[in-house]
């Protein structure tokens, strides 16, 4: 598995705004088992301050995954989907996800490597509102295992 | 200083909760035959699904769901899900490594499953409530 390195630095256009519902962050909620009343209730979530549910801290990537597609589909970058195993995972917070958010997404390569055969590509998602409210920034680095 | 340890149980059924939820379908978390036939030994929870818990346990650490600030891990060995009633445990533990001059903590955390790192590098920055 050999990438090109020269696709680091690249960004892709902005995603179509995801609308981020009351109900399915209590479904990713209560999928992960998480029962603190701010994820559920929001009256809970605005004794805290916030004007609706608030997501896991995880939660991002249901945005995220889809969104970094772009790069994992990208027949330039040319990498082996059914080869793809996650290597890291990282979120930094301006402020928690909420319902109502509406979330574009810019996907950016940063890092591009090959070694001992194996390809390693990090992808920094800027998440912010339209507006360019800055949310997240998500980075998840894929490993694409090398053949044999 | 450390934090109390929490374990979490995954069985199968919660794979397939969390594939609902997050959108991830990738079959290797829910097919045994798909699993095996890319060299894995089973079904292997999402990595996403394990940083989800332990991001549970950082958040009651924290004693707040608002409070994770920065969180970071390394997925460095799957965690095989039987397909029984008991499924697997995740243990997690942490320590506190500094509380920085903005008055957040940072934590260094482990978590283990049948004794084994299934993550390294694995941090949070978190504002404590209260």
Redesign the interface.
Known sequence: MSLDPSFVGRTYPPTAPYQVGREKIREFATAIGATEPAHHDPTAARALGHPDVVAPPTFPVVVTMAATRQVVEDPDLGVDYSRVVHGDQRFAYTRPVVAGDELVCVNTIEEVRTRGGHGFVTTRTEVTTPDGEPVVTVWSKIVVRGEG | MELPTKT?RVTRA?LI??A?????FNPIHWSDRIATS?GLPGVIAH???T???V??A??EWAG???A????????TRPVVVPDDEQGTEIEVTAAVREVTDAGLTRIDITATCHGEKVLS?ARATIRMAG
């Open positions: 979490f919660d909760r969390y609902g939820a997050s959108g991830d890319v990595g996403m699904f940083m989800a818990l991001g549970r950082v958040a707040a769901a608002d994770v600030v920065d969180y970071a891990v390394r997925f590098q």
